[in-house]
């Protein structure tokens, strides 16, 4: 071993540990989750499962963009909530790329879609890094505002089958743990406020009208199945008008100069749900926690 990548392993090695964020291996069957999951809910299952579709890409995206400028971070502190936001999507796209996987049939086909998101994806790994890092940014900020909500309707989630529960919310609950990573990386590297907000801005209307449009074309193809459930469809569009209303004032705090995502206040939120998890789904990351704190 040279005397370089010794000093790297050591460095390595005595890096402190991330704060608030831990990598944890998920636990779950997707063959076991039944199509329309969510509150029985065809739109909002769609929906979430049209988001499921984009992860795998998405997160390794992510990824990419904070490693474009790792090596201009100092701060240890920072490295180390890098190297557990790293882990952490690694987990999501694996786990999401195992329930899309199960979920491939005749009249429900993700493939298409998720080819026309590998040429964005390749699109965008073309502009400038500060562009791709502003992305990841306000991206993580919705997903931080999406698992929140989730997360807020328990009688949503007991709804769902344990499967579903184990990934949805283990995913949610680990987005709102690294949500300010991506965004102190851009602000440590770049700290461009008015790019910031402008970025938010032009993914607000891409994401809303790319899961729109991918929701949409999910529900079309089990339409024979979607339609009958005018109960479950009706009571979707409500959930969704109300998590509109509802998240609306955190969505627009990110365009505020002195925004951080850790003004918003999640610790006793992540503290039921993971002691939840941990007590009556037996997910064994969360035991470990719960026996550690205790």
Known sequence: MSTVQATAEKSYLNRPKAIGIKVRKPS???????????????????????LSSTFPIGEQFFVHSVRNVRDKITD?????????????????????????????????????????LAR?????????????????????????LLGDYILRHPEV???????????WVWHAIEEIEHRAVAFDVYQTVYGDDKIRRLIMRSV????????????????????????PKLGGNLFGLYLLAKMFVQLLPEYLSY???????SDIDYTQLLKYWKTRLAEDYQLEGFQQELHAVV
């Open 28 to 50: 779950f069957n997707p063959k076991a989750i039944r199509r329309h999951f969510f509150a029985n809910s065809p739109v909002m299952s769609h929906l979430l499962t049209a």
């Open 76 to 116: 240890e502190k920072l490295q180390a909530q890098i190297a557990a936001f790293i882990g952490q999507e690694a987990m999501h796209s694996k786990a999401h790329t195992e329930f899309n996987d199960a979920w491939r049939r005749d009249d429900y086909n993700l493939d298409s879609f998720q080819a026309w």
């Open 204 to 227: 607000t209307t891409g994401f809303a009208s790319l899961t729109f449009y991918s929701a949409s074309r999910l529900f079309l193809q089990d339409h024979k199945k979607s339609i």
């Open 157 to 167: 989630l007991s709804t769902l089958d344990d499967d579903a529960v184990k990934l």
């Open 255 to 261: 365009y505020k100069t002195n925004f951080h995502p």
């Open 120 to 144: 964005r994806d390749a699109l965008i790994k073309s502009v400038h890094p500060k562009l791709q890092l502003a992305v990841t940014a306000a991206f993580e900020h919705f997903t931080a």
